[in-house]
C-alpha cells in the first residue's frame, strides 16, 4: 500500500516515553482518506494509545482486510510490519501470527463490511478462540468504497445520502461479542479520543481478543440527517456505560476510596478489574445496576440502549480470569522463528506416534 510521505521534522523538546520513542515515532504514511473520515481520528487514538503503553514497534503485528478500514494500518506504527488479507480473512492471519508468536502486539484493524459480512464467521472463531490480539472495527455502517450502500450494521430507519431506507435489522457486533463469548468487549466514538484511548490501552494489554467496536462516521457517504452513524446523532445519543480509565501496574497508584459524588447525588462504585498482565482497567459505574464483569449485565444494559435508539459506548465488558488461545494450544513460548530445526522436526518416529492417535 502506498501513501503520501510525511515530513521527518520533529520538535527537539517532544516528550519521550520509557523507549525513548516519540509520538511521532509512532505515527505512519499521510492519510489518503477522505478529509475528516472518522478512521483517521481512530488512527490517532492507537498512535497515542501505543506511545502511552511504549509498545516496542518491532513487536507490533498489524493485519486488515479489505475496505476503507484496511487502510488505517498504513498510518501508524511505521516501523512495524502489516499485511493485508483477503476480504473478511483477516482474523485467520492474525490468529496465525499470534501463534506462531506469542510475543507480538496483534493490532488488527477491520469495518463493519468487512467483519460482519463475509467475515462473519472468522470473527466468532477468533473471539471464540480468544486469540490473543486488539480487534478493532471502525463502524459506519455503509461500504465506502463502493459508494455507500449498507452494510450489516445499518439501522432500520437509517437513510442513505440519496433517501432510502434501511429496513433490515442490524448486527451489533458488541453484542454478537458477548453473545459468543468475548473476554472484553468496549465501544467508543471516533469523535471521543478521551474515551477512546484507555479503552484501547486497556484492550492492547488485555489477554485474549479485546473487540473494540468504534462508531467511525463516513464523512462523504452517511454523516446526514437521517443517518444514525454521523457524528451528529452519536453525539446526541452517546450513553457511556462506564467511565473507564487504563491504569499500568507501574504506577505507585492507589484507590482508598469508592468515588466522589456524581452529578445526580448517588455516590459512583469503583470497581478494579485486575488484568493477566498485571494492569489495572478502573471501572466507575454510571448506573447501579451495571456491572462491567457480568456479561449477561452487560447484554442487557446494551440492548435496552438499542430499544431507546442510544449508542452504549465504554468498556462494557471485561472477563479478566479466561483462558487465552496461547493457554488452551499450549503454544510455544519462543516464537517458532526461533525455535532449533531439531525442536521443529523431530523425525519420523514422532510424526508415526503422532499419526496413531488419529488411526
Same mark, same amino acid.
Given at each position: 500500500?502506498?501513501?503520501?510521505?510525511?515530513?521527518?521534522?520533529?520538535?527537539?523538546?517532544?516528550?519521550?516515553? #520509557?523507549?525513548?520513542? $516519540?509520538?511521532?515515532?509512532?505515527? *505512519? *504514511?499521510?492519510?489518503?482518506?477522505?478529509?475528516?473520515?472518522?478512521?483517521? #481520528?481512530?488512527?490517532?487514538?492507537?498512535? @497515542? +494509545? +501505543?506511545?502511552?503503553?511504549? %509498545?516496542?514497534?518491532?513487536?507490533?503485528?498489524?493485519?486488515?482486510? !479489505?475496505?476503507? /478500514? #484496511?487502510?488505517? $494500518?498504513?498510518?501508524?506504527?511505521?516501523?512495524?510490519?502489516?499485511?493485508? /488479507?483477503?476480504?473478511?480473512?483477516?482474523?485467520? =492471519?492474525? #490468529?496465525?501470527?499470534?501463534? +506462531?508468536?506469542?510475543?507480538?502486539? =496483534? !493490532?488488527?484493524? /477491520? *469495518?463493519?463490511?468487512?467483519?460482519?459480512? !463475509?467475515?462473519?464467521? @472468522? %470473527?466468532?472463531?477468533?473471539?471464540?478462540?480468544?486469540?490473543?490480539?486488539?480487534?478493532? !472495527?471502525?463502524?459506519?455502517?455503509?461500504?465506502?468504497?463502493?459508494k455507500g450502500q449498507f452494510s450489516a450494521s445499518a439501522d432500520i430507519g437509517s437513510k442513505l445520502k440519496k433517501g432510502e431506507t434501511n429496513e433490515q435489522p442490524p448486527i451489533d457486533p458488541v453484542l454478537l461479542a458477548l453473545s459468543v463469548g468475548a473476554t472484553f468487549v468496549g465501544r467508543s466514538f471516533s469523535g471521543d479520543k478521551q474515551q477512546l484511548v484507555p479503552i484501547l490501552k486497556a484492550a492492547i494489554s488485555h489477554r485474549g481478543l479485546a473487540l473494540v467496536d468504534v462508531i467511525s462516521p463516513c464523512v462523504t457517504f452517511n454523516n446526514h440527517e437521517g443517518s444514525t452513524k454521523s457524528y451528529q446523532y452519536t453525539r446526541d445519543h452517546d450513553v457511556a456505560a462506564v467511565e473507564a480509565d487504563y491504569i499500568p501496574v507501574c504506577d505507585p497508584i492507589e484507590i482508598t476510596g469508592l468515588g466522589a459524588q456524581s452529578s445526580n447525588g448517588h455516590a459512583d462504585s469503583l470497581r478494579? =478489574?485486575? %488484568?493477566?498482565?498485571?494492569?489495572? =482497567?478502573?471501572?466507575?459505574?454510571?448506573?447501579?445496576?451495571?456491572?462491567?464483569t457480568d456479561r449477561a449485565s452487560a447484554h442487557q444494559h446494551i440492548s435496552a440502549c438499542q430499544r431507546r435508539g442510544e449508542i452504549a459506548t465504554g468498556l462494557l465488558f471485561v472477563d479478566s480470569g479466561s483462558r487465552s488461545l496461547h493457554d488452551v494450544l499450549r503454544t510455544s513460548s519462543t516464537p517458532l522463528v526461533d525455535l532449533r530445526h531439531e525442536d521443529l522436526c523431530p523425525g519420523s518416529a514422532a510424526l508415526d506416534s503422532l499419526m496413531k492417535r488419529f488411526r
Open positions: 500500500m502506498t501513501s503520501i510521505a510525511k515530513p521527518i521534522a520533529t520538535h527537539p523538546r517532544l516528550k519521550t516515553n #520509557s523507549l525513548g520513542l $516519540t509520538i511521532r515515532d509512532y505515527e *505512519g *504514511g499521510m492519510s489518503t482518506l477522505c478529509a475528516g473520515c472518522g478512521h483517521d #481520528s481512530v488512527t490517532a487514538a492507537i498512535v @497515542q +494509545a +501505543a506511545w502511552e503503553l511504549a %509498545l516496542p514497534p518491532h513487536r507490533a503485528a498489524k493485519m486488515s482486510g !479489505i475496505g476503507c /478500514s #484496511s487502510k488505517t $494500518t498504513a498510518y501508524f506504527m511505521k516501523q512495524s510490519h502489516g499485511f493485508n /488479507s483477503v476480504h473478511g480473512r483477516m482474523p485467520s =492471519v492474525a #490468529s496465525g501470527a499470534a501463534a +506462531a508468536n506469542r510475543g507480538l502486539n =496483534v !493490532i488488527g484493524i /477491520s *469495518g463493519d463490511g468487512d467483519s460482519l459480512s !463475509i467475515g462473519l464467521g @472468522q %470473527l466468532t472463531h477468533a473471539i471464540r478462540r480468544n486469540t490473543n490480539m486488539l480487534y478493532v !472495527i471502525e463502524n459506519n455502517g455503509v461500504y465506502g468504497l463502493t478494579v =478489574v485486575q %488484568l493477566h498482565d498485571g494492569g489495572t =482497567v478502573r471501572l466507575r459505574s454510571t448506573s447501579p445496576d451495571y456491572d462491567p
